[in-house]
């Protein structure tokens, strides 16, 4: 038994555990329990995205789990934690305590999966630019969702901080391809 299921105990796979939040809150405390009860076999594995299989209170949800999406899970939850109850509220503190002490105890592995899970985004909003240059007109109704991995690779790099100059200056370059109006369209659609 890894550190991190000694620090949550197990949950029965076929029930939701109790919570005292709303809905929508719970499931997503439920992911992030359940991201960080694998967090160690996730950052000694060679797999960038870890599948996820948890029972929530609005049904069964399968989340990709990367260290972004266990951090964008993490982030939601502490920007509403006003609406989580007491009990909700400690077991995101245990998240966030498992985090801190994978991110302390897997240095290498850490940094090396924020890396790849950045490539891995900047690649597809690459590649989403390239062909949107292409063909505006066909593209245009996918930037919403696409806009999605620029945002992600901005979080991972934030997450890298100053070790990630060399991936900085790489977004930055790709930046500058981006069309100004686009630049607006993104800014918009992002606070929406």
Do not use: C
Not at 24 to 36: D, I, T, V
Not at 123 to 145: C, D, G, K, T, V
């Amino acid at each position: 038994m890894s550190w991190l299921q000694k620090l949550f105990g197990k949950h029965p796979s076929s029930s939701v555990p109790p919570t005292d939040s709303p809905p929508e809150l719970a499931a997503r405390l439920l992911e992030a329990e359940a991201m960080a009860d694998e967090l160690e076999d996730y950052l000694l594995s060679d797999r960038l995205f870890w599948q996820i299989s948890v029972e929530t209170p609005l049904g069964t949800r399968q989340p990709k789990m990367t260290l972004g999406s266990l951090y964008e899970r993490i982030q939601t939850l502490e920007a509403q934690i006003d609406q989580l109850g007491p009990n909700d509220r400690a077991r995101l503190q245990r998240i966030k305590q498992a985090w801190e002490e994978a991110r302390r105890r897997f240095p290498a592995q850490w940094k090396e999966k924020l890396r790849r899970e950045y490539k891995s985004y900047l690649h597809n909003w690459r590649y989403f630019l390239e062909q949107r240059a292409s063909n505006p007109e066909r593209w245009a109704q996918e930037y919403r969702f696409e806009v999605r991995n620029r945002e992600r690779a901005r979080l991972v790099l934030r997450l890298l901080g100053p070790d990630a100059a060399d991936l900085a200056r790489e977004f930055q370059r790709v930046e500058e391809t981006l069309d100004p109006n686009w630049q607006d369209d993104a800014d918009t659609s992002l606070k929406e």
